[in-house]
C-alpha cells in the first residue's frame, strides 16, 4: 500500500446569523493557512445561530482536527461560548483560538470569562492565526507573534498589516456558496473615526490591486450568488476608484456579469460628486443598491460622535440618486446617540422619510467591545445590555421608555414601509391625516403594543393597520380601502385580497373581468374594483414585468361603467 503524507487539520468554525449569509471571516483564516502555514490543511464548518450548537459541534469533532479555530461576532457569541465545554469534552488536547471584533478588543476578560478559550487572535487574523497554528504543532513558543494573545500575555497589540491580504475564494468557498449572498472586500480599514464604529481602529484604508479586485468581482458574479455585497467600510472614500468598479460592472453587466445580479455598496453619501453620480445614473435597473448611513442630521450629535457629514450636500445627492430611478437606496438612522433627544430624532426621522429612500432603516445604538462610545457610557449615561449586541436601554438624552416606544416604532417602519407592501396607503395617509411621518408610524406602534405582529399573517396585519388607520382624523374609510388594495393588487402576486379589504360584488367583478383584455398565457392576475375612484384595477404577474428596484408588479386601470 502506496502511504500518503496528511496534513494536520485546522478547523475552522463559524456560526453564520442566517443561512443565506456567507461570512468572508473562516475563508480569509484559510487562506491565511494555504498562505502562511501550507503544510497545515485549513477545513471550513459553517453553521447557524438557529441550529442546535452540537451540530457544528460534531463537525469540528469530525475533522480530528490539530487546531480549532472559531469566529466571534455580536450575532454568535452565545452560541460560541456554549460551543466550547462541548469542544473541550471531546477534544481536551486541542488548542481552541478565538478570535473576530467581538474578542479582538477585549481578550483579558474573555480569557477571564472563558476557560476553554486557549488563545485568541487581536486584529486581522490571516497571519498570526496561521503562524500560531504552526507554533503550536511544532512545539514551539507563540509568544512574539503578532497580534497573539495568551493567558500570560492577554493583551498583546491588535496586528494591523500594511500589505495585500491572502484570497479566500478557494474552490471550497465557491463550493459551499451554494448561491448565498456573496461577500467581497476591495479595501480594508476607515479614513473615518465614527465613536460608535470599530472601522476607524482597523489601521489606515489598504486597497487590493484593482486587477485582482475586478477578477474577484467576476468571480462571485458567475458564483450562482444573487447578490454580492461589497464590505468596504466607505465604499467611495476612494471617489474615482469607485467609479471605476462601478463603471466595469456597468460596461460587463449582461455580458461578463450575469443580468440580474445585485451588487451592494456602503458608501458616505455627501462623499458622492457629479461624476459619482453621472456614472452611477447609467447602470442597468436593479444591478446596484447603496446603503447609505445618515445616523442622525442632528449637528452637535454628528460633531460629538466624529461624524463629519455635509447633510445638505448628502440628501442633495441621494435625492440625485433616487431620481435617476435605476438604483435602490437603503439610507440608516441610530437612535440613542448622545445629544439626541427623542423629540430630535423624530426630527431627523422625518427628513430622512421626506427623502423617499426605498428603505430607512431604524437601528438603535450598540456599544461595542473596542468602541469610543462605550468607554463613554457612564459619561453619557448610557446603561446598556451586557450581553451580545450591547444595545442602549437609555442614555441621558434618551429615556428607557422612550427607547422601548421606539422599538414599536420600528416595527410599523419595517412592516409599513420597507416592506415596500403599503407604499400608495403611506402616500394616502400622509396627505389625508394631520400627521407627521414619524407620528405615524408611532401611533401604529402605539395602537398595536398589545398586538405579537411577528406571529400575524400578512392578512391579519392588514386588517390590524386597516382598521386603526380608519380612525385617524381626515381618513375615509372606503377610500382608504381603495387604496390599500391598490397596494395588496401591487406587492402580492396571489391577486388575492384579505378579507378585510373584500366587498361581496360578484356581478361587478365579473362584469369587470370581461372588460379587460385577456391576460398573456400562464400569467396570474389580480383584479379589483375601486368604488370610491370608479374605476377597475387589475395587475397581471408576469416575472419580466416586476420592478427590478421595488418589487412590486404595475397596475392597470379602465373606468367604471355604470347604468
Same mark, same amino acid.
Given at each position: 500500500?502506496?502511504?500518503?503524507?496528511?496534513?494536520?487539520?485546522?478547523?475552522?468554525?463559524?456560526?453564520?446569523?442566517?443561512?443565506?449569509?456567507?461570512?468572508?471571516?473562516?475563508?480569509?483564516?484559510?487562506?491565511?493557512?494555504?498562505?502562511?502555514?501550507?503544510?497545515?490543511?485549513?477545513?471550513?464548518?459553517?453553521?447557524?445561530?438557529?441550529?442546535?450548537?452540537?451540530?457544528?459541534?460534531?463537525?469540528?469533532?469530525?475533522?480530528?482536527?490539530?487546531?480549532?479555530?472559531?469566529?466571534?461576532?455580536?450575532?454568535?457569541?452565545?452560541?460560541?461560548?456554549?460551543?466550547?465545554?462541548?469542544?473541550?469534552?471531546?477534544?481536551?488536547?486541542?488548542?481552541?483560538?478565538?478570535?473576530?471584533?467581538?474578542?479582538?478588543?477585549?481578550?483579558?476578560?474573555?480569557?477571564?470569562?472563558?476557560?476553554?478559550?486557549?488563545?485568541?487572535?487581536?486584529?486581522?487574523? &490571516?497571519?498570526?492565526?496561521?503562524?500560531?497554528?504552526?507554533?503550536?504543532?511544532?512545539?514551539?513558543?507563540?509568544?512574539?507573534?503578532?497580534?497573539?494573545?495568551?493567558?500570560?500575555?492577554?493583551?498583546?497589540?491588535?496586528?494591523?498589516?500594511?500589505?495585500?491580504?491572502?484570497?479566500?475564494?478557494?474552490?471550497?468557498?465557491?463550493?459551499?456558496?451554494?448561491?448565498?449572498?456573496?461577500?467581497?472586500?476591495?479595501?480594508?480599514?476607515?479614513?473615518?473615526?465614527?465613536?460608535?464604529?470599530?472601522?476607524?481602529?482597523?489601521?489606515?484604508?489598504?486597497?487590493?490591486?484593482?486587477?485582482?479586485?475586478?477578477?474577484?468581482?467576476?468571480?462571485?458574479?458567475?458564483?450562482?450568488?444573487?447578490?454580492?455585497?461589497?464590505?468596504?467600510?466607505?465604499?467611495?472614500?476612494?471617489?474615482?476608484?469607485?467609479?471605476?468598479?462601478?463603471?466595469?460592472?456597468?460596461?460587463?453587466?449582461?455580458?461578463?456579469?450575469?443580468?440580474?445580479?445585485?451588487?451592494?455598496?456602503?458608501?458616505?453619501?455627501?462623499?458622492?460628486?457629479?461624476?459619482?453620480?453621472?456614472?452611477?445614473?447609467?447602470?442597468?435597473?436593479?444591478?446596484?443598491?447603496?446603503?447609505?448611513?445618515?445616523?442622525?442630521?442632528?449637528?452637535?450629535?454628528?460633531?460629538?460622535?466624529?461624524?463629519?457629514?455635509?447633510?445638505?450636500?448628502?440628501?442633495?445627492?441621494?435625492?440625485?440618486?433616487?431620481?435617476?430611478?435605476?438604483?435602490?437606496?437603503?439610507?440608516?438612522?441610530?437612535?440613542?446617540?448622545?445629544?439626541?433627544?427623542?423629540?430630535?430624532?423624530?426630527?431627523?426621522?422625518?427628513?430622512?422619510?421626506?427623502?423617499?429612500?426605498?428603505?430607512?432603516?431604524?437601528?438603535?445604538?450598540?456599544?461595542?467591545?473596542?468602541?469610543?462610545?462605550?468607554?463613554?457610557?457612564?459619561?453619557?449615561?448610557?446603561?446598556?445590555?451586557?450581553?451580545?449586541?450591547? &444595545?442602549?436601554?437609555?442614555?441621558?438624552?434618551?429615556?428607557?421608555?422612550?427607547?422601548?416606544?421606539?422599538?414599536?416604532?420600528?416595527?410599523?417602519?419595517?412592516?409599513?414601509?420597507?416592506?415596500?407592501?403599503?407604499?400608495?396607503?403611506?402616500?394616502?395617509?400622509?396627505?389625508?391625516?394631520?400627521?407627521?411621518?414619524?407620528?405615524?408610524?408611532?401611533?401604529?406602534?402605539?395602537?398595536?403594543?398589545?398586538?405579537?405582529?411577528?406571529?400575524?399573517?400578512?392578512?391579519?396585519?392588514?386588517?390590524?393597520?386597516?382598521?386603526?388607520?380608519?380612525?385617524?382624523?381626515?381618513?375615509?374609510?372606503?377610500?382608504?380601502?381603495?387604496?390599500?388594495?391598490?397596494?395588496?393588487?401591487?406587492?402580492?402576486?396571489?391577486?388575492?385580497?384579505?378579507?378585510?379589504?373584500?366587498?361581496?360584488?360578484?356581478?361587478?367583478?365579473?362584469?369587470?373581468?370581461?372588460?379587460?383584455?385577456?391576460?398573456?398565457?400562464?400569467?396570474?392576475?389580480?383584479?379589483?374594483?375601486?368604488?370610491?375612484?370608479?374605476?377597475?384595477?387589475?395587475?397581471?404577474?408576469?416575472?419580466?414585468?416586476?420592478?427590478?428596484?421595488?418589487?412590486?408588479?404595475?397596475?392597470?386601470?379602465?373606468?367604471?361603467?355604470?347604468?
Amino acid at each position: 500500500m502506496e502511504l500518503t503524507n496528511v496534513k494536520p487539520v485546522v478547523a475552522i468554525g463559524i456560526f453564520e446569523s442566517k443561512y443565506i449569509h456567507s461570512s468572508l471571516a473562516p475563508w480569509c483564516l484559510a487562506a491565511g493557512i494555504r498562505t502562511f502555514a501550507p503544510q497545515l490543511q485549513p477545513a471550513v464548518c459553517e453553521s447557524t445561530v438557529n441550529r442546535p450548537v452540537q451540530e457544528l459541534a460534531q463537525a469540528l469533532i469530525a475533522r480530528q482536527p490539530a487546531v480549532i479555530g472559531l469566529c466571534c461576532y455580536i450575532w454568535n457569541m452565545p452560541q460560541v461560548e456554549a460551543l466550547l465545554p462541548f469542544l473541550k469534552a471531546a477534544l481536551p488536547q486541542i488548542p481552541i483560538v478565538l478570535g473576530g471584533p467581538e474578542v479582538s478588543w477585549c481578550a483579558p476578560q474573555v480569557f477571564e470569562r472563558l476557560s476553554d478559550a486557549d488563545y485568541i487572535i487581536s486584529g486581522e487574523g &490571516e497571519e498570526p492565526f496561521a503562524h500560531l497554528c504552526a507554533a503550536l504543532l511544532e512545539g514551539t513558543s507563540p509568544d512574539g507573534i503578532p497580534g497573539v494573545c495568551t493567558r500570560q500575555r492577554p493583551d498583546a497589540p491588535s496586528h494591523l498589516p500594511c500589505g495585500e491580504w491572502p484570497s479566500p475564494y478557494s474552490d471550497a468557498y465557491f463550493t459551499a456558496l451554494r448561491g448565498r449572498i456573496a461577500y467581497l472586500e476591495t479595501s480594508r480599514g476607515c479614513p473615518f473615526r465614527c465613536a460608535f464604529c470599530l472601522s476607524g481602529r482597523c489601521g489606515g484604508v489598504r486597497f487590493l490591486p484593482m486587477e485582482r479586485a475586478k477578477a474577484e468581482l467576476l468571480a462571485l458574479a458567475n458564483s450562482g450568488a444573487q447578490t454580492v455585497k461589497l464590505v468596504d467600510r466607505t465604499f467611495n472614500c476612494d471617489r474615482r476608484r469607485a467609479d471605476e468598479v462601478w463603471k466595469f460592472i456597468i460596461n460587463e453587466y449582461g455580458k461578463a456579469i450575469p443580468a440580474g445580479v445585485r451588487f451592494h455598496f456602503d458608501i458616505g453619501g455627501d462623499l458622492l460628486d457629479e461624476e459619482n453620480l453621472a456614472v452611477l445614473a447609467a447602470a442597468p435597473k436593479g444591478s446596484i443598491q447603496l446603503e447609505i448611513g445618515l445616523q442622525s442630521f442632528h449637528a452637535p450629535t454628528l460633531d460629538t460622535i466624529c461624524r463629519k457629514t455635509d447633510t445638505e450636500k448628502l440628501c442633495r445627492n441621494i435625492r440625485a440618486l433616487l431620481a435617476a430611478g435605476n438604483l435602490h437606496i437603503h439610507i440608516d438612522l441610530i437612535a440613542g446617540l448622545p445629544l439626541e433627544t427623542p423629540e430630535l430624532f423624530a426630527r431627523s426621522f422625518d427628513t430622512a422619510y421626506a427623502l423617499g429612500a426605498h428603505q430607512l432603516q431604524l437601528g438603535f445604538l450598540k456599544l461595542l467591545h473596542g468602541a469610543a462610545l462605550r468607554e463613554r457610557a457612564e459619561e453619557d449615561g448610557c446603561s446598556y445590555s451586557p450581553a451580545p449586541p450591547y &444595545e442602549v436601554y437609555e442614555t441621558r438624552w434618551f429615556p428607557a421608555a422612550a427607547l422601548r416606544r421606539l422599538h414599536r416604532t420600528e416595527d410599523a417602519v419595517e412592516r409599513l414601509y420597507n416592506s415596500g407592501r403599503f407604499a400608495l396607503t403611506l402616500e394616502y395617509l400622509l396627505r389625508s391625516a394631520p400627521l407627521s411621518p414619524f407620528a405615524l408610524f408611532e401611533g401604529v406602534g402605539d395602537a398595536l403594543q398589545n398586538t405579537d405582529t411577528q406571529s400575524l399573517s400578512l392578512d391579519e396585519y392588514t386588517a390590524a393597520v386597516y382598521a386603526y388607520f380608519c380612525t385617524l382624523p381626515g381618513v375615509d374609510a372606503a377610500a382608504l380601502r381603495d387604496v390599500m388594495t391598490c397596494d395588496r393588487l401591487a406587492s402580492n402576486r396571489t391577486g388575492r385580497l384579505p378579507v378585510c379589504l373584500q366587498i361581496q360584488d360578484a356581478a361587478g367583478l365579473k362584469a369587470a373581468a370581461k372588460a379587460l383584455p385577456p391576460a398573456a398565457a400562464g400569467v396570474r392576475r389580480g383584479l379589483a374594483i375601486l368604488y370610491t375612484q370608479k374605476r377597475i384595477v387589475w395587475a397581471d404577474y408576469a416575472d419580466a414585468a416586476q420592478d427590478a428596484i421595488t418589487g412590486r408588479w404595475p397596475l392597470q386601470f379602465l373606468p367604471l361603467l355604470t347604468d
